[in-house]
T-cell receptor, first 114, second 115 residues
């Protein structure tokens, strides 16, 4: 059974600082997704990571995937208040096949303070 | 662009009542999903429909039924609501085919309270 763990679950940062959110998963997978959710809102897709060593960047966020370690990271550079949200990683449960169902982590609630 | 539309946005039910949550997408996606989101639990898959005419159970299907009415619409029914089903329900869709790895697109959610 695929399990996905994120840490930390809560993160309070100061503006301008760097930090990393970790996403570990328990069984082999080759597709990982990062989503952002603002309070009371829907989920917005941030990154799709499809292969070992994949790295994607958008603004102050950079995501990477290490399939051998079963680990993805979401790195935040020089945080700003607008990045305050809950970030979810989600792992595809159907390794080697067509897209399967996603198993979500519990989310990391990020608060960026001035 | 509407994307994924869920109705209603809010609902309060009494224990034992039934209701249907509606979801429609206009992106010509073949796959659709229903999740529930509870505090501290992330999202958990209730049911999904890989293509029109098929439905399958997800992680937490008990107490729910679904209907894939056509390619656009996927509804979730609570036959006899229980307080444990108080949650935020999200519908999502994406296009699945060989080699495609599209993320799922989510609706705005339905906030359901059962008293």
């Amino acid at each position: 059974e695929l399990k996905v763990e994120q840490n930390p679950l809560f993160l309070s940062m100061q503006e301008g600082k760097n930090y990393t959110i970790y996403c570990n998963y328990s069984t082999t997978s080759d597709r990982l997704y990062w989503y952002r959710q603002d309070p009371g809102k829907s989920l917005e897709s941030l990154f799709v990571l499809l292969s070992n060593g994949a790295v994607k960047q958008e603004g102050r966020l950079m995501a990477s995937l290490d399939t051998k370690a079963r680990l993805s990271t979401l790195h935040i550079t020089a945080a700003v208040h607008d990045l305050s949200a809950t970030y979810f990683c989600a792992v595809d449960s159907n390794y080697g096949g067509s897209q399967g169902n996603l198993i979500f982590g519990k989310g990391t609630k990020l608060s960026v303070k001035p | 662009n509407a994307g994924v539309t869920q109705t209603p946005k809010f609902q309060v039910l009494k224990t034992g009542q039934s209701m249907t949550l509606q979801c429609a997408q206009d992106m010509n996606h073949n796959s659709m999903y229903w999740y529930r989101q509870d505090p501290g639990m992330g999202l958990r898959l209730i049911y999904y429909s890989a293509s029109e005419g098929t439905t399958d159970k997800g992680e937490v299907p008990n107490g729910y039924n679904v209907s894939r009415l056509n390619k656009r619409e996927f509804s979730l029914r609570l036959e006899s609501a229980a307080p444990s089903q108080t949650s935020v329900y999200f519908c999502a869709s994406n296009r699945i085919h060989t080699g495609a790895n599209q993320p799922q697109h989510f609706g705005d959610g339905t906030r359901l309270s059962i008293l």
